[in-house]
């Protein structure tokens, strides 16, 4: 079945005495993360502390596109960008982020061009004017809503300076514990450990091993150093002891 749409579901019954009589009932799916990113806003120009931004409506098969937002990043401060905390403009300030709402737009106000830092509000949002010694990315969101379910997407940072990544991830679609993601985890555990002792026993054999080999190479020494000195002159013969004689 397709998300957000509604379905009218009949039931009827069949026996040698005929037909019964027809049920039927109507239900809607569950709306999903939009099937297509929002296309990456283009800048037309700069004007002070405005920024003019070509927009584009963006289509979504997993639900009804309900709204747009305008993000506006600060991309001096490089600061990493939360989509789960993307606040209006005075809220942001407050809690130091260096991203917020500037508008929120509906799908029949996208007409192609949007001037961001105009002053005004849009929705629940003020659009504040920019300051022009900083670099700004301008993100566009498309947003949608049915059944007290939100979906938001993001689209890439649009702007001379493209610092920003957005990460679109449904939280749903990491897997969570798995059978097969715990069974694969203790199996990998299972062969590192054994890899691990393994290591550790043939590192203790081949120290023993070493430790023997230079014991008996030292005994050998040992055995080679020791029994009488003779002199031995260059003539090749050997001196007989002189025996001295006792008054």
């Known amino acids: 079945l397709l998300p957000g749409t509604k379905y009218n579901i009949t039931l009827s019954t069949k026996s040698p005495n005929g037909n019964g009589a027809l049920v039927f009932k109507v239900i809607e799916t569950k709306i999903s993360d939009p099937d297509n990113l929002p296309t990456q806003p283009e800048i037309v120009k700069h004007e002070g502390s405005k920024i003019k931004i070509k927009i584009m409506?963006?289509?979504?098969n997993n639900g009804p596109v309900t709204a747009y937002r305008v993000i506006v990043v600060d991309e001096d401060v490089?600061?990493?960008?939360?989509?789960d905390s993307v606040l209006s403009y005075e809220e942001a300030k407050k809690n130091g982020l260096s991203y917020y709402i500037a508008a929120e737009l509906l799908p029949k106000d996208i007409d192609g061009e949007f001037v961001v830092g105009d002053g005004r509000k849009y929705g629940r949002y003020y659009n504040a004017p920019l300051d022009p010694s900083i670099n700004y990315n301008i993100i566009l969101a498309v947003i949608s809503e049915l059944n007290g379910i939100t979906k938001i997407a993001y689209s890439d940072a649009s702007g001379t300076h493209n610092g920003v990544f957005i990460l679109n991830v449904n939280p749903d679609?990491?897997?969570?514990?798995?059978?097969?993601?715990?069974?694969g985890l203790s199996i990998a555990i299972g062969l590192l450990s054994f890899m691990l002792i393994a290591g550790i026993i043939v590192f203790i054999i081949l120290k023993s091993r070493v430790i023997n080999r230079r014991q008996r190479l030292s005994d050998n020494q040992e055995l080679t150093l020791q029994g009488p000195m003779i002199e031995v002159e260059n003539n090749g013969y050997i001196h007989e002891e002189e025996h001295v004689p006792i008054n």
Do not use: Y
Not at 57 to 60: A, G, L, R, S
Not at 173 to 183: F, H, K, Q, R, T
């Open 57 to 60: 409506p963006t289509i979504n």
């Open 78 to 83: 490089k600061q990493g960008f939360d989509k």
């Open 173 to 183: 679609d990491l897997g969570g514990d798995s059978p097969a993601v715990i069974i």
